[in-house]
Each structure stands twice: as C-alpha cells, then as structure tokens.
C-alpha cells in the first residue's frame, strides 16, 4: 500500500532510460514512485496499488499506453492519466484526450517541466477528491436527518446500510448487530453473495474482521493480506478485493459493525473511511435510542397482550379451546411460524400444532421428537413417554388457507421449547418456532413465558 503521507505515482514506460529519468525528476516533490516496463506490469501494478497518478509511454509491445489509459478508467475514472511519446502525432493525441488524459507530454522532456505537469496532475486528484467528498457529505447529512427522525429499528439499519453501500460504492457488504444475549454478531442486512476468498464469506456472522472490529471498536481496511492499521487477527489473503469494516458506535458501546466489499480491488480512501465513520457513528446512536423506545413501547404493549390474553380464559375449561386460544394470539401477535402443545396423558399422547403454511409430515415428526425429548429430559424416568406414542393433530385457526400443497420448510433460526412441569405436576411441552430469529431473543423468551404463565393457571 501506499505511503499514507505521499501521493503514490505510478510510471509506465517500455525505456529503463526513461524511467531513471522520471523518477529521477520527481525527487524534490513529495511523492512514492513505482515504475513498471510495460503495459501489462503497470495495468497489474495498478490495480494492485491504485495510485491515484499513472504517468505512461502510448507505444509500448503488449498492451499499448493508450489501451493502459482505457482500462484505468474503466476501473477508476477519477485516476489522473498523463500521456507521454517520443514520437507525437495528432491522431494519438486526440485519442489519448477523448479517452481520458489529462494532458500529452512530449519525450524528451525537461525535468522541470515533468515534475510540472506531474504536480498539476496531484493537484486535479485532490480537486476531484475534494468535490467527490463535498458531494458524499451533502449525501451523508441528508442521510443524518433521515435517520435522526426515525424510530424504528428497521428504518435505521435499512438507510444506514443503503447509504453506506451507495455513498462507499461497495458492490458487496453486511451490516451486523450485536445480539447480547448470544453474545455474538448478528447478519441483519446484506447484499451479495459476497465474493469467495473474502473475510465474511464463508461465514459471516463469524468473519474474523467484523469480530475484530467489534472486539477493539476501531475501522480497518483490508486489501489481500494487508491491513490498516496492520494486525495479526488471521484474516485471509487469497482474496484480491479491498474490504472496509467499521464499528456502528453509540458512546463507547459498539451495537454492530458495517462491513463494505469491492471485489475490483479499488482501495478505501482516508476520506471515504471518515465518511463511513460518521455515518456509522450516527446510525449507531440512532439505532441504541430506537432499540431503548421500542424496548419501552414494547413492554407496555407486553402488558396489555398478557393481561388481555388472561381475560380470555374466563369460563374456559376445555383444553383444545385453550390451546386454540393461545395459538390464535401467538399468530396474531408473534413472529412465530409454527407453535405446538405436547399433551402428555397416560398411555397415549398428542401433539396439537398449528402453522402459518402447511407444513409436511416429516417436519412435523422431527418437531414432535424434539420437543418429546426436552420433556424427558427434565422428568425423572418413570415418567418419560415414547415419542412414537404421540399423535400429531393441527389445528385450523379462524383466517387460515387450508389444502395447499405442503411447502419445503427452512430450518427454523429460533426454536424454543418449554416443558410444563411444575414440581409433581406435568403436563407436557410447548414448542415455538420460526424461520427469522427474533431481533431480540430475550424479549420473545420473556413474552412467552408470561403468556405460559397465564395458560398454566388455567390448565391447573
């Protein structure tokens, strides 16, 4: 990678004369040089490097100057391109400016005028840099007031992560949070599939740079095997694009982590890495303040399910009603997809259950089995039943489409399954499932329990 404090310039030239001389001439300016004998050792010097100045021969063997010059601005077209020939025509010229030169010097050349033009050339970057970042902030704080006004969890993670993909131009990214009560780092947004080879893609809820990340709250930029800031944290370096991670902070706590691909290789700049850093830093606060209001929202609204859920129970007596009862307000209120009661009798058993889509068989004889051994495992032996003398019944809710073909079930992200037992007192198991693991695990387990609590006291 570049020297941070230099501005790296990248000469091309078929000569080794040419290239001492060049360099020679840009000694008393501020620069890194990199030299390359041909057009194919400069495209790949290039694109391994991406300085933001290419100096470069038109008539080269291989891949001419003029090619070279088409093929940086296809990747980059804000690179600034010098032309150079010792033998100048109109034709090569013109050419040369309508794909994308900045300017045509004619060999030989005066080292002043060389370093001259050269100059002129860092000062145009850093011109293009400037209004690119004037243009990306405008861009930023409309992005800031949208998400200041938000209150939804949602809303914030969908603008923050669009305009973080749109404003850093990443072809492929995720944005996690981090999930407390797994203690891990969670995919909440992605746009994909991320490259092979990258740092999230074989698994991305575990990729070393989003844990790193989050475990030091400092942003890092990987290109290959290199980093900055450089760290031994085992990233991989087979892969050839540049990967910018950085940390959503609200105070000192980091809530997740936004990481941005490109798989061309194209280097985060110090400037795109502030900007990220801002936005993240609000989408970060936004999204701690949002998770606190919808936290209070939805304790309050918690309440009120519970206490009317209670009310509903009044002159019930009859356990399929129950059941049905407390189905009907998990499909309601609950992102659960399929939810089931083990009742557990003296010789024969059932399993009552209801789905939001039909579901097969085989799925629902691997639910029965699962929840039939946590009930086993939290009864003393005597008391243990065999799943194959259980007996699977749905039940059809009041709005449900009934007769369509089974559909393939994904495996469920969120299971949770409640034994009822209470000392001597048994009375079987309760399953939950869904296909997307709650934002908030804790909060659903709580619910859940509270609404058991209220159809325990019922049942006993």
Known sequence: MANKDKELVLIVDDS????????????DLDVEVITAPNGEAGLALFLDRRPRIVVTDIFMPGITGIELLKRIKAVDETVQVLVTSGFPDVNSALEASHAG???FLVKPFQAEMY???????????KMVQENQALTKLAALHETSLRISGMHEVSEILDAAFESAMKSLSGVNGMLLLWDKT???LK????????????????????????????RNRKSIRIHGAKTIPQVEAGFPGTYSGSTLVVPLMASDEVVGVVSINRPDGTLFSDMELNLAEVLCAQAGSAVSNATLYDSLRRKLSELSLVGGYSEKFIGVVDLGEVVERLFSTVKSNLQIDLCGF???????????????EDVSDQKVVSIVQSTVDRYNAVVPDEMQINGRRVKPKHVALAGDVTGT?????????YENIIPLVWGTETLGALYFGAQDEPLDVAAMNSLLSSLISQTRIVLT
């Open 16 to 27: 080794e004369d040419i290239l001492e001389i060049a360099k020679a001439a840009l000694e």
């Open 101 to 103: 030169a900045l300017d």
């Open 115 to 125: 370093a001259s033009k050269v100059a002129q050339a860092i000062r145009t970057s």
């Open 182 to 184: 797994a203690a891990r």
């Open 187 to 214: 995919v909440v947004r992605e746009r994909g599939p991320l490259p092979a080879g990258s740092p999230a893609a074989d698994d991305p809820e575990f990729c070393p740079s989003a844990r790193w990340t989050a």
């Open 342 to 356: 083990l009742s557990v009798k003296k010789r024969y058993h059932d399993f009552l259950y209801w789905g939001r």
């Open 405 to 413: 073909t089974p559909v393939p079930v994904l495996p469920f992200r």
